[in-house]
């Protein structure tokens, strides 16, 4: 059984970064796929980016592209997502999700098994 806990959100004003976090516990990530989803109040979930743990790939959605970078850390078992020059407009609970032997290039959330309780982010103009 794999947990996910993600930590990291808060409030930061438009330009700012944050940095978001995902802990994992359980199976071994190696042959996960791991990815950030955000929600909007009133949105359903919505991929931002993806990794593949055993290669490193990555993919993004056109709004985190030049803006967010997904990463990994193989000894902790941690996940990444450090988000610059955020907008107004990347305020949302974001969450971390997973699943076995996925595609980074999964972007529905019914594809993911795995999912953490979400971390805030509130970005103010």
């Known amino acids: 059984q794999v947990q996910l806990v993600e930590s990291g959100g808060g409030l930061v004003q438009a330009g700012g970064s944050l940095r978001l976090s995902c802990a994992r516990s359980g199976d071994s990530f190696i042959h996960y796929t791991m990815v950030w989803f955000r929600q909007a109040p009133g949105n359903g979930r919505e991929y931002v980016a993806g990794i593949n743990w055993h290669d490193g790939s990555t993919n993004y959605a056109d709004s985190a592209k030049g803006r967010f970078t997904i990463s990994r850390d193989n000894t902790n078992q941690m996940m990444y997502l450090q988000m610059n020059s955020l907008k107004p407009d990347d305020t949302a609970v974001y969450y971390c999700?997973?699943?076995?032997?996925?595609?980074?290039?999964?972007?529905?959330?019914?594809?993911?098994?795995?999912w953490g309780q979400g971390t805030q982010v509130t970005v103010s103009s």
């Open positions: 999700a997973a699943k076995y032997a996925g595609s980074i290039y999964s972007t529905a959330p019914d594809d993911y098994n795995y």
